[in-house]
C-alpha cells in the first residue's frame, strides 16, 4: 500500500536524523534557550526582510494556533476565520477554549476575500451595541488554504489593507506553508508573508521534520512575552534544541523548499493524470493537495493500492478524495498511481 | 564543562535513535492510531496489574498536567497540591488558565501528607458556605518530587485511602518517574504507583526519550473521551508513532528501569563524596537530584567545570544548589566530580 | 414619546414594589437562603409536574445563559444554537468565553428543527475524528424566540426525541418565556417546556420584575452544586430574598401569565393595525414582538412619536423595526399607535 | 431576634425605595445607557480629584473583582492578595475560573504591605526563569479588609508607590468602602483612594442600596472597552437606571457618607461594651464588623436573643464571632445588645 492520505505519515528527512545523531552526545541548555534555536532563527530571517523579526520554536499547529491567538486577543475579541479554516473544522474548539469567538465567514475554494473581512469589521465598527458583541480583532487565513488553494499577492495585499484599516491582525497558518510557496503559478514570497501579516509559521511537521512549527513575528508587537504563552500552554518543549536543530537543517541550505516544491511536483503529475482521464476536481488547488470527485466504484478500485483520504460523499455514486503527496513521496509511487490512473 | 544540572541536556538513548532510522522510511496513520503506539502500551501494561489500564502518549509534563487536571475536574473544583508542587511553583499558571484553582498545602521535603489533605477536605465538608470555596475533587502529588524525596508505600496507601474517602481523584506527576522507581531504599513499586492513584504518568522526556510522557490511567473512568482534551490542548502529535516508537523502545526490555536506576546510582556517589566531605545537603534526596549546601566561593569553583543548577541564597555566604543525573550521565563524569569534590 | 422598543424599559408591576416596600424592614439571610426563595419555588412548582424539580433565582439572562452550560458541559463539549440565538449574536461571546464552541445552525423564523439538530448531532456519532472535533451535548432554544415565533408542541416534542436519542441536553431560554406561553393560537404548556427539557427559566427581568430569572431544573441531573456555578460566575444576589420575593409576587396568584397574556394581546392590535394598513411583517410573530417592515419615511414619521427598534435595513427604501408590548404597556399607548398606524 | 450576622440582611435605606416608587412610570433606555446612571457618576465624581474618572454600574461584588481582574490581565499574569482575601477565600475560585492565578500572600490584621509586594514583584524581575512563573501585574486589596481593618494613608500610598515601581494595577474592592471611610481615627479620604489606585469600588449591596456597586476608574486606562466586560460576564443589567437610580440617590446628599458613619459609630458602642467587660477581640477592628472571642457559653447565651456570624474555633471552649453592624441597625438595637453584653 502506498499511502497518499496526509503529509504526516514518515519520519523526517534523512538529514535531520543525521542531524539528531550527529548531536546526540552534546549537551544544551533547555526550553529553547541553546545555540540550534538562535542558529535556526538566523537562518529563517534570512529569507525575510525583516530585521526586528521574532522567531520561536513550537511542536504543533493546534498548539501553536490558540497559543497565538490567546496571546494576541483580550477576553472579548474574537477572529475571523473561513468556514473551512482549520481552526473552526479541525481543533477540537481549542480556540474557544482559550476563551475566544471565532466568527466564521463562508469560504469560495477555501478562501475568504478582503470584501468579506472588512463588511464583518464595518459591521462591529458601525455597530450600535458593540458591547453585546464580540469585537473582530484577528483575521486567521491558512496558506495554502485546507483545500490546497493559495491566495494570491493581490489578494494577500487587500486583506491586509483592511486588516490595517480595521486594526485587526492578520495570523498565516503555514502548517503546509512550504507547498504553499511552491504553488504552481504562485506569485507570493515568503517575504511577500512576512511583510504583509503579523504572525505566520512555517510548518514542519509536514515539511519534513519530526514535528514542530516555527513561529515568526515579523515586527516584535505581538511577541511580547511569548515564551510566557509558550510554557503556560504546554508548548515548551524541555529540549528545545532539537527544534532549533530540524529548522537549522531545513532552512540553512535551502532544503525546506527544495523538498516541498519537488512534492508539488508529483501532486501536478497526478493532477494531470487526472485531468487527462477527466476525471472532475472537487477544488481546484495548485499544491500538494489534489481533490477529485470519484465514481465510487473507481474509489474502491484505487483504494486496494493506495490509502488516501475520503473526504464527504458527493452524491449516491461519487465521493470526494484527497491524494496528498509531501517530502517523502517518491517519484515510482507517483509512476504507479498515474499508471493506474490511465488505466481505470 | 560537565553538565549536571537536569536530566534533559541530551538527546535520547542510542536504541531510541536507532529505532527512529529503523522506521524512518516506513508509513504510519496519524495522532496516536498507530500499532507503535499500541504495543507501546502494551508494554507498560505488563509492569502493571490493571488490565483495564487506558495509556495515552503526550509530548510534555506541564502540558500533561493541565490536560488531566482539566478533564478531571468541573469549574467549580480544585487540586490540591504541595507549595513546592511543579503546577503550583513551575507552569506560569497553566493550571489556572484552564479555570481552576490550586489548593497549596504547606510541604516538608516537598511532600504533603494524608493528615494534611483529610484536613483541607475535611474543612470542605463541614463547611456552612461550600458553594463559597472550591471543592477539591483531585490531589496532586510528584513521585519523586521536585526536592528529589519519594513518598513510602505506607504514605501513598494512607493517601490512597483519604482520597478515596473524601471522593478525590489522586494524580501522580511521574515526570521523572524511573527515578523514583529506582529510589535508595525505595518500598514502592510501579504497580504499587498503578494501584493506588487514578491517573500517573511515566515521564520520557527526563528518562531517555527525545520526549514524550506516557499517560497511564489505571482504570478508565477519568479516561472517557480523553483524545479530545489531548486534541484540543494541543497536545496531539501528528506523528504520533514517535511517541510509541520511544515508549516501546523504553519498556519492551526494561531499559527505561535500567538506565534509570544507574543515573540514581551515580547520584549516590556524589552524594556519598559530599557527606564524606561534611558538606550538607538542603533536603536529603535519594534519587538522581542531589540538593547540597556550598559555601559560595566552593560553588564557584566547582562551576569552573561543572554546569549544575543554581536554586537559591541560603545565607550570605552559602547557596543551595542542584547536582542532578541523568540516563545519559557517563561514570567519567561522577569520577572527575567525586575526584574535585574530595579535593575540595 | 411612548416607549414600544423593548419589553424592559419600566420598573416593576406596582404588586412588587409594595412587596418590596412591605418587607424592607424584615431582616433575613443572605445568598438565597432565605423563607422567599423558597416559598417562589413552590408556587413555580406548582405549574410543573416535575415534584422533583429543583429552582434557583440568578439575576440576568445572559448570566443565566452562560452559567447553565458552563455547568452542563465537559470542556470538548458544544452547544447547538439557532443563527439567531441571544447566545450567538447578542451576549458577547459569553459562552466562549467560559470555553465552549457554539454550533450554530442556520434558522427559519428564529427557529431549528429537530431534523438539523440530529443532522449535526450524527454527524459527529459518525465522524471518524470525534477527537478533533466538538461533541454536540446541549441544543440551546429561545421560547418565544428573538424573533417572537414560538415551537410548536410537535416541533418541541421532536426536538425532545432528538435530544434523548443522541444524549443531548435541552435548555430552553425562556427570558420571554411569559409572553411565549400567551403566544396567540399556542399548544404548548408550561408543563410541556419542563416535561421536554432539561433545564430552562422563567425570565423575569422583562415579564415585570426588577430584574431576575428563575432557572428550573426539571431532574436534579444538571442542578449538581449548581450553588457553587452560581457563586463562582458572580450571579449569587446577596440580598437573594428580593428575587424570591418578587417571583413570589409574579407566580402565587398568576400574575406572571396574566400580565404577559395581556401583553400579547395588546401585540395583537399593532399587529392587525398594520395587516389592515397593508404593512409586510418581516417575520410573522404571535408574541410581543412585531417586526414589520416600513417604509423608511413612515418609519421616521412613526419615530416622532414612538421609541422602537430599528433591527436592518431591507432594501435602499424600506427597514424592518420592532414594536415590543410588555408587561408596563397601557390601552392607551396602544389606542395612540394604532391611530396613527390607520392614519398613515 | 436581631440581626448582627452581616450588614446585608435588609432591603434597602427608604430613600431608595422612594426613589423607585417615584419612577416606576417613567421609561428608560436599557443597559445603563440613561440619566440615572449619568447623573449617578457624577455625584460619585464630585467627591474625587478625577475630572476623567470613568464610573460604571455593576450588580455585586463577586463579579466586580473577577471582571475588573479578567479586563487588566492578560493570560499569563497574576493578581496578588492577602491570604484572607475575599477573591481567594471566598468566591469559589471565580478568579482563577477567568484564567488567573491569585498570588496569595500572609496577612496580619488582614492586611498585607508594601514591603511583602515588593518581594514578590522582585522576585519575579529577578527571576532567571521568568516564562515559568505568572507575572504579578495587580494587586488586590480590600478596604475595609476582611477583618473590618483600615490601612492607613501611608500604608496605602507606600503600597501605590511600590505599584508605580514595579508596573503594577492597584485594585481596591470597596464593597464596605463606606465603613472604611469611616473607620474611627481613620485618615484616609475618598480622594485618597482615587488618587492611588487604578480601579475601586463603592459597595452599594452593604451600604443602603437594593444591591448594586460603582466601579471607578481613576484615570481612563483600565476602562476601555469595560462595558464589553461587563456584558461577557452577565453583569449588565438589562434595568440599568436602577443602579443608576440608587446610587444617586445614595451620593447626591452624602447619605451614603452619613449612614455607614453612623453604623460604625453603632459599632463602636459594641466594641466599647466587649471592651469594659473585658472580652478580647480577635482583631482589633475600628469600622463596623467586631471579631469577638467569646467562651462558647457565653455565645450560645448570646445567641438567643442576637443572630451574628460564627468565625471559627479559638480553642475547646472558646469561639471567634463577628458582630456586624450595618446602614439598618438602630439605637435600640444596640441598647438592647450592650445591656445583655454587660450583664454577662
Not at 545555540?35 to 525583516?50: H, R, V
Not at 481552526?87 to 476563551?99: D, L, R, S
Given at each position: 500500500?502506498?499511502?497518499?492520505?496526509?503529509?504526516?505519515?514518515?519520519?523526517?528527512?534523512?538529514?535531520?536524523?543525521?542531524?539528531?545523531?550527529?548531536?546526540?552526545?552534546?549537551?544544551?541548555?533547555?526550553?529553547?534557550?541553546?545555540?540550534?534555536?538562535?542558529?535556526?532563527?538566523?537562518?529563517?530571517?534570512?529569507?525575510?526582510?525583516?530585521?526586528?523579526?521574532?522567531?520561536?520554536?513550537?511542536?504543533?499547529?493546534?498548539?501553536?494556533?490558540?497559543?497565538?491567538?490567546?496571546?494576541?486577543?483580550?477576553?472579548?475579541?474574537?477572529?475571523?476565520?473561513?468556514?473551512?479554516?482549520?481552526?473552526?473544522?479541525?481543533?477540537?474548539?481549542?480556540?474557544?477554549?482559550?476563551?475566544?469567538?471565532?466568527?466564521?465567514?463562508?469560504?469560495?475554494?477555501?478562501?475568504?476575500?478582503?470584501?468579506?473581512?472588512?463588511?464583518?469589521?464595518?459591521?462591529?465598527?458601525?455597530?450600535?451595541?458593540?458591547?453585546?458583541?464580540?469585537?473582530?480583532?484577528?483575521?486567521?487565513?491558512?496558506?495554502?488554504?485546507?483545500?490546497?488553494?493559495?491566495?494570491?499577492?493581490?489578494?494577500?495585499?487587500?486583506?491586509?489593507?483592511?486588516?490595517?484599516?480595521?486594526?485587526?491582525?492578520?495570523?498565516?497558518?503555514?502548517?503546509?506553508?512550504?507547498?504553499?510557496?511552491?504553488?504552481?503559478?504562485?506569485?507570493?514570497?515568503?517575504?511577500?508573508?512576512?511583510?504583509?501579516?503579523?504572525?505566520?509559521?512555517?510548518?514542519?511537521?509536514?515539511?519534513?521534520?519530526?514535528?514542530?512549527?516555527?513561529?515568526?513575528?515579523?515586527?516584535?508587537?505581538?511577541?511580547?512575552?511569548?515564551?510566557?504563552?509558550?510554557?503556560?500552554?504546554g508548548a515548551m518543549l524541555a529540549k528545545g534544541w532539537?527544534?532549533?536543530?530540524?529548522?537549522?537543517?531545513?532552512?540553512?541550505?535551502?532544503?525546506?523548499?527544495?523538498?516541498?516544491?519537488?512534492?508539488?511536483?508529483?501532486?501536478?503529475?497526478?493532477?494531470?493524470?487526472?485531468?487527462?482521464?477527466?476525471?472532475?476536481?472537487?477544488?481546484?488547488?495548485?499544491?500538494?493537495?489534489?481533490?477529485?470527485?470519484?465514481?465510487?466504484?473507481?474509489?474502491?478500485?484505487?483504494?486496494?493500492?493506495?490509502?488516501?483520504?475520503?473526504?464527504?460523499?458527493?452524491?449516491?455514486?461519487?465521493?470526494?478524495?484527497?491524494?496528498?503527496?509531501?517530502?517523502?513521496?517518491?517519484?515510482?509511487?507517483?509512476?504507479?498511481?498515474?499508471?493506474?490512473?490511465?488505466?481505470?
Amino acid at each position: 500500500m502506498i499511502r497518499f492520505n496526509n503529509d504526516y505519515n514518515h519520519g523526517a528527512h534523512p538529514n535531520i536524523l543525521e542531524a539528531l545523531a550527529a548531536t546526540n552526545d552534546e549537551s544544551y541548555g533547555g526550553y529553547g534557550l541553546d545555540s540550534w534555536c538562535e542558529k535556526a532563527a538566523l537562518e529563517i530571517k534570512k529569507y525575510l526582510d525583516c530585521p526586528e523579526a521574532i522567531v520561536h520554536f513550537m511542536i504543533g499547529g493546534t498548539q501553536v494556533n490558540f497559543t497565538v491567538i490567546a496571546a494576541a486577543l483580550r477576553p472579548y475579541q474574537s477572529v475571523i476565520c473561513a468556514d473551512s479554516g482549520h481552526i473552526h473544522a479541525h481543533e477540537t474548539g481549542a480556540v474557544e477554549n482559550t476563551g475566544h469567538k471565532i466568527q466564521v465567514l463562508p469560504s469560495k475554494d477555501g478562501k475568504i476575500t478582503a470584501e468579506q473581512i472588512a463588511a464583518e469589521a464595518e459591521l462591529y465598527r458601525t455597530s450600535g451595541v458593540q458591547e453585546h458583541i464580540t469585537q473582530p480583532k484577528m483575521v486567521y487565513l491558512s496558506f495554502p488554504t485546507e483545500y490546497g488553494t493559495v491566495y494570491t499577492l493581490q489578494e494577500l495585499t487587500e486583506i491586509h489593507r483592511v486588516c490595517r484599516e480595521y486594526g485587526l491582525y492578520l495570523f498565516i497558518d503555514g502548517a503546509r506553508l512550504g507547498y504553499g510557496l511552491a504553488a504552481d503559478g504562485i506569485d507570493v514570497t515568503i517575504k511577500d508573508i512576512a511583510r504583509l501579516c503579523d504572525v505566520f509559521y512555517c510548518g514542519g511537521t509536514k515539511c519534513g521534520a519530526l514535528f514542530g512549527e516555527a513561529v515568526v513575528f515579523p515586527t516584535p508587537e505581538l511577541a511580547v512575552d511569548f515564551r510566557s504563552y509558550i510554557k503556560q500552554n504546554g508548548a515548551m518543549l524541555a529540549k528545545g534544541w532539537l527544534l532549533g536543530l530540524q529548522f537549522y537543517t531545513l532552512f540553512h541550505d535551502g532544503l525546506y523548499f527544495d523538498i516541498t516544491k519537488k512534492a508539488v511536483g508529483y501532486a501536478m503529475q497526478i493532477k494531470q493524470a487526472f485531468e487527462e482521464k477527466g476525471i472532475p476536481f472537487y477544488i481546484e488547488s495548485n499544491t500538494n493537495q489534489q481533490f477529485v470527485v470519484l465514481e465510487n466504484s473507481v474509489m474502491e478500485k484505487l483504494a486496494q493500492n493506495y490509502i488516501f483520504e475520503y473526504e464527504l460523499k458527493v452524491d449516491e455514486t461519487h465521493s470526494c478524495v484527497r491524494f496528498c503527496t509531501s517530502w517523502s513521496t517518491k517519484q515510482e509511487e507517483i509512476d504507479a498511481l498515474v499508471t493506474d490512473i490511465r488505466a481505470l
